[in-house]
């Protein structure tokens, strides 16, 4: 019989769940506790044998977690079973949005587990139902491919062998959300599975065999030769690079040898499609004014004819708008009772796999000097992990200072960076401001805030936003913070770099936040 034993030999950065008992007989089912009661299983999210995947609920940590049981029934060798955990371990050394962050590899009495961050958002066949746009499509399978590349280089695959391995993630990432590496997986096998996913979007049809619990995702319609139907005779909207890169990734022999060599044509595609909506409408020269129509008419009833048709054509233009803006509300408003943990649903805009449309807003202009701006929005932006409160951003620019949104309580005395790199609230202002100042209410010692600006709402790191102030320590209650802002920005970053306590606690509350525009 298996005797436990850990595979990590360095210290863990948060509390470990305890190894299962030898004869601990566990039941897989929602509402069970695992691990001496650490995760509590909510939702079963299918799985390839010998695999089960989980999203479960971290008592310790108070956030869900996603839980892949390696051969549960204990009916695998053991030579098997650690062959798996080990492989599973060095995936966990790479760190890309295309891969869910492994926070533990366990080996238990009757098997293993994998315990990884959730991928807030939809799995594959939940966003293939919505039918997203093949271009944003391409763009969303851009991470899972640069993880595979940077797994490939250091001699492990991802194993993506079962649709129900990978979810997209709000911020539009397709991420390899079930961390477990097979024995068998290989490179040529991952770049598969790659474009099988990306089939998959692409026209909502599964185009590899399907073993294990059913994903949902129908079976891909075959050609003559036994190959998955192109997508883009399906759907001749389908840009053709995308279709092609697709099809041959999914085909042994397609020609597709390498994670780099998808990746490069997926970016390929969607620089294509990008240069393409960048066009200019060709003008037609008008003919002369004595030329006879072609179909020898008069040129004036030429002239009706075609706007008349152009009238037509801006009103079903104008009616197909808003069907998909109904089609999108309805979409959100399912989306966000499915996933009760997003904090506010599935975003259309943030999961980016719609086209965009052909109008968009702009800035009517900047900031009055010297005023104070009021944000019109606040998320929290938490990069390394799930968001703080994310229910509660609102109540740190509500103008009340009875209410204050909180960070999460850490066990660490010095959360930032040891578990995370830290935690923010990203303010969204009402126009482009050159900021002068911003004021922060907080209620704990030893805090120190940075402030950053970002040229999008929803930044995937930190790296993508820009340093305004170097961090600065707060005291409990009033603080100013002057900021020597050269251009104005839309997003401000309020981004806790280092976490003090309130009474005792590793934790802050922020009560108020106002920005004031530079005089």
């Known amino acids: 019989m298996r005797s436990p034993s850990r595979l990590q030999s360095t210290p863990p950065r948060e509390p470990r769940p305890e190894p299962a008992r030898r004869h601990e007989v566990v039941h897989l089912v929602p509402g069970a506790r695992i691990a001496d009661g650490r995760y509590r299983l909510l939702v079963f999210h299918g799985g390839a044998p010998p695999l089960q995947f989980w999203q479960a609920l971290d008592t310790a940590l108070n956030r869900q977690v996603a839980l892949t049981f390696v051969d549960p029934d204990g009916a695998l060798p053991e030579d098997q079973l650690h062959a798996i955990l080990s492989r599973t371990m060095r995936l966990s050394r790479i760190s890309r949005p ?7 590899v366990v080996h238990t009495g009757t098997g293993g587990l994998v315990v990884a961050e959730w991928v807030r958002g939809g799995s594959l066949q939940e966003v293939a139902d919505t039918s997203p746009s093949p271009v944003g499509a391409a763009r969303a399978m851009q991470s899972l491919a640069a993880a595979a590349e940077a797994a490939h280089q250091v001699g492990v695959a991802l194993s993506v062998d079962h649709p129900s391995r990978v979810r997209v993630s709000i911020t539009g990432d397709v991420v390899l959300a079930f961390p477990a590496t097979m024995p068998d997986a290989t490179p040529e096998a991952d770049i598969r599975g790659i474009g099988a996913a990306l089939y998959a979007l692409l026209v909502n049809r599964w185009p590899l065999p399907e073993a294990g619990v059913r994903s949902g995702l129908a079976p891909a319609d075959r050609n ?19 279709s092609a890169a697709a099809v041959h990734a999914v085909q042994e022999g397609g020609g597709i040898r390498s994670a780099s060599t998808l990746l490069n044509l997926l970016q390929q595609a969607t620089a294509v499609a990008d240069r ?55 979409l959100a408003s399912v989306l966000s009772r499915i ?29 009055v000097a010297g005023s104070t701006v009021k944000p019109v929005k606040a998320t929290v932006f938490s990069p390394g992990g799930d968001p703080d409160s994310p229910g509660q951003a609102g109540l740190a620019i509500d103008g009340n200072p009875a209410t204050a949104w909180s960070t999460d309580t850490y066990h660490d005395a010095v959360p930032f960076p040891s578990f995370k790199s830290g935690v923010g609230l990203l303010l969204q202002l009402p126009t482009p401001t050159v900021v002068g ?74 009560s108020e936040i106002t920005v004031q525009a530079a005089p």
């Open 98 to 104: 295309g891969i869910a962050r492994v926070l533990d």
């Open 224 to 242: 003559s030769l036994g190959h998955p139907v192109e997508p883009s005779l399906i759907d001749p909207e389908i840009p053709f690079q995308i």
């Open 276 to 330: 393409t909506d960048l066009l200019s409408p060709v003008k037609e020269s008008p003919p002369p004014p004595d030329a006879p129509s072609p179909f020898g008419l008069p040129s004036t009833v030429t002239d009706e004819v075609a706007a008349r048709h152009r009238r037509i054509l801006i009103g079903g233009i104008g009616a197909a708008v808003a069907v998909i803006a109904v089609v999108l509300l309805l």
């Open 339 to 367: 996933f009760g943990d997003v904090g506010g649903g599935l975003d259309k805009d943030r999961l980016g796999l719609n086209a965009p449309t052909s109008a968009t807003t702009s800035a009517t202009g900047s900031a």
């Open 437 to 510: 100042n911003v004021t922060i209410d907080i209620s704990s010692t030893g805090t120190k805030v940075q402030l950053r600006s970002s040229p999008t709402p929803t930044p995937a790191k930190l790296e993508d936003t820009a340093v305004l102030t170097p961090p600065t320590p707060l005291q409990p209650g009033h603080n100013s913070i002057p900021v020597k802002a050269a251009s104005p920005t839309s997003n401000l970053l309020v981004w806790i770099s280092t976490l003090g306590t309130t009474a005792g606690k590793s934790r802050a509350d922020i």
